[in-house]
């Protein structure tokens, strides 16, 4: 729960591994400083909001930087003439260690070591200095782009008291957070309503009342009817959803052997589609301010009931989690012109060390909505409407974003192996 509701941690110092038990060490520039940039959150304790609008911001500012030395695809916040003459390596670090070091400032001496060993490789001279200039200039270009997006605005929700409305869950009742994530502006969405699902489920309703029923059953903290790999699953997926997605998109990006403009354009597409994707659901989650299953189950009889992992303090409906790995995988799937790409992934914190094996985007994603309703935190019906959220995000921020720039250049399914 401290994983979840840590806003604004004051940072200690901390260091960068570039090297992971979660896979292995990246060659493309790209994904190497992705994985600095997974590895800083998760030590920071970036609560799952503010994390994913900082991973767009950086993903935003190494692609535009890689477009500025050759104009592959579209920019998204910095647009200048092509540099050909510059390092793209160099302008890749730069950008990076910029957002970084702006982002988290505490991580300053290590996003400082991280910059001199990627740039240490590139000869001195004109290329070096100009790529480095870019990715500067992008950097500042994907910042100013956000200072003013309203993320940083207080919102404070109240408590509801009837039916249906959302209040503080139990064990700690902790007061619920980040009401104002709904409006801020988007990456790439027009409006966090865009795509508003319809209302809830009505209480005391067939559905509402199956809804009960089912996390009652599968998702207790002492649940007789869960099996031990439904746990595992619960577990698996309880990590913030921006760090387990980002780690998909590496592997998978690795794996496929991309370059660095395609590694570039994918993780900003898939950066951008979640952080989008937490506007989207969080617009929803004030909107309707439905009660968790925690709460309607003791209001419904079992006054002790407990879910089986930690309540987040927000309203239930739809599944935030869901959303995000829904829009992900979505953007994944068309990347790829496939959804049938295997992977395997490894779990980090809180429940780290856990492996599993998924034959597509999609079914990764299906298994990601399920892990709430096992873990007790979200009702089917949030789950299955935050599916078809998370689709239409990640279908709208593919298919607007990032685009590519003329003919000459292949497309990532053209250019990659054959689907194993």
Same mark, same amino acid.
């Given at each position: 729960?401290?994983?979840?509701?840590? /806003?604004?941690?004051?940072?200690?110092? =901390?260091?960068?591994? /570039?090297? /992971? /038990?979660?896979?292995?060490?990246?060659?493309?520039?790209?994904?190497?400083?992705?994985?600095?940039?997974?590895?800083? =959150?998760?030590?920071?304790?970036?609560?799952?909001?503010?994390?994913?609008?900082? =991973?767009?911001?950086?993903?935003?500012?190494?692609?535009d930087a890689l477009n500025g030395v050759e104009g592959r695809y579209a920019a998204f916040a910095a647009s200048a003439p092509a540099a050909t003459a510059a390092s793209p390596e160099a302008a890749i670090a730069a950008a990076a260690h910029a957002t970084l070091t702006a982002l988290l400032p505490a991580g300053k001496a290590a996003f400082d070591e991280e910059l001199a060993r990627s740039t240490q490789p590139i000869a001195s001279g004109d290329a070096k200095s100009l790529g480095l200039e870019i990715g500067r200039r992008s950097a500042a270009a994907a910042l100013a782009a956000r200072s003013r997006d309203g993320a940083d605005r207080k919102v404070e929700p109240k408590p509801g008291t009837q039916p249906g409305e959302y209040r503080p869950t139990p064990p700690d009742f902790t007061p619920a957070f980040m009401a104002q994530w709904g409006g801020i502006t988007p990456f790439s969405l027009r409006a966090g309503d865009q795509f508003r699902p319809g209302p809830p489920p009505e209480v005391g309703g067939a559905l509402a009342r199956r809804d009960i029923a089912t996390v009652k059953l599968m998702g207790g903290l002492d649940s007789a009817a869960r099996t031990e790999e439904q746990s595992q699953i619960a577990r698996f997926w309880y990590e913030n959803s921006t760090q387990g997605w980002n780690r998909i998109a590496r592997n998978v990006a690795e794996s496929r052997k991309l370059d660095a403009w395609e590694s570039a354009r994918l993780l900003a597409l898939v950066n951008v589609a979640m952080a989008d994707g937490y506007i989207a659901v969080f617009d929803a989650k004030y909107h309707y301010g439905y009660w968790r299953p925690a709460t309607a189950i003791r209001a419904d009889g079992a006054s002790e009931w407990q879910s089986f992992l930690g309540t987040p303090p927000l309203p239930d409906y739809p599944s935030g989690h869901t959303v995000v790995g829904a829009a992900a995988a979505t953007v994944l799937a068309r990347f790829f012109e496939n959804d049938y790409v295997g992977f395997s992934m490894t779990s980090g914190a809180p429940y780290p060390d856990l492996t599993r094996t998924f034959w597509s985007f999609s079914e990764a994603a299906r298994e990601n909505g399920d892990s709430r309703v096992l873990a007790g935190l979200h009702f089917p019906t949030a789950v299955r409407v935050g599916h078809e959220l998370g689709e239409n995000v990640g279908t709208w921020v593919f298919e607007h974003a990032f685009q590519p720039r003329g003919a000459g250049f292949k497309t990532a399914a053209a250019s990659s192996p054959a689907p194993r």
């Amino acid at each position: 729960m401290k994983l979840l509701l840590a /806003t604004s941690l004051l940072l200690s110092p =901390f260091a960068l591994r /570039t090297e /992971t /038990t979660h896979d292995a060490p990246a060659v493309n520039p790209v994904l190497r400083w992705n994985r600095v940039a997974t590895d800083a =959150f998760a030590a920071a304790g970036t609560d799952p909001l503010t994390e994913s609008r900082s =991973f767009a911001i950086v993903q935003v500012a190494v692609h535009d930087a890689l477009n500025g030395v050759e104009g592959r695809y579209a920019a998204f916040a910095a647009s200048a003439p092509a540099a050909t003459a510059a390092s793209p390596e160099a302008a890749i670090a730069a950008a990076a260690h910029a957002t970084l070091t702006a982002l988290l400032p505490a991580g300053k001496a290590a996003f400082d070591e991280e910059l001199a060993r990627s740039t240490q490789p590139i000869a001195s001279g004109d290329a070096k200095s100009l790529g480095l200039e870019i990715g500067r200039r992008s950097a500042a270009a994907a910042l100013a782009a956000r200072s003013r997006d309203g993320a940083d605005r207080k919102v404070e929700p109240k408590p509801g008291t009837q039916p249906g409305e959302y209040r503080p869950t139990p064990p700690d009742f902790t007061p619920a957070f980040m009401a104002q994530w709904g409006g801020i502006t988007p990456f790439s969405l027009r409006a966090g309503d865009q795509f508003r699902p319809g209302p809830p489920p009505e209480v005391g309703g067939a559905l509402a009342r199956r809804d009960i029923a089912t996390v009652k059953l599968m998702g207790g903290l002492d649940s007789a009817a869960r099996t031990e790999e439904q746990s595992q699953i619960a577990r698996f997926w309880y990590e913030n959803s921006t760090q387990g997605w980002n780690r998909i998109a590496r592997n998978v990006a690795e794996s496929r052997k991309l370059d660095a403009w395609e590694s570039a354009r994918l993780l900003a597409l898939v950066n951008v589609a979640m952080a989008d994707g937490y506007i989207a659901v969080f617009d929803a989650k004030y909107h309707y301010g439905y009660w968790r299953p925690a709460t309607a189950i003791r209001a419904d009889g079992a006054s002790e009931w407990q879910s089986f992992l930690g309540t987040p303090p927000l309203p239930d409906y739809p599944s935030g989690h869901t959303v995000v790995g829904a829009a992900a995988a979505t953007v994944l799937a068309r990347f790829f012109e496939n959804d049938y790409v295997g992977f395997s992934m490894t779990s980090g914190a809180p429940y780290p060390d856990l492996t599993r094996t998924f034959w597509s985007f999609s079914e990764a994603a299906r298994e990601n909505g399920d892990s709430r309703v096992l873990a007790g935190l979200h009702f089917p019906t949030a789950v299955r409407v935050g599916h078809e959220l998370g689709e239409n995000v990640g279908t709208w921020v593919f298919e607007h974003a990032f685009q590519p720039r003329g003919a000459g250049f292949k497309t990532a399914a053209a250019s990659s192996p054959a689907p194993r």
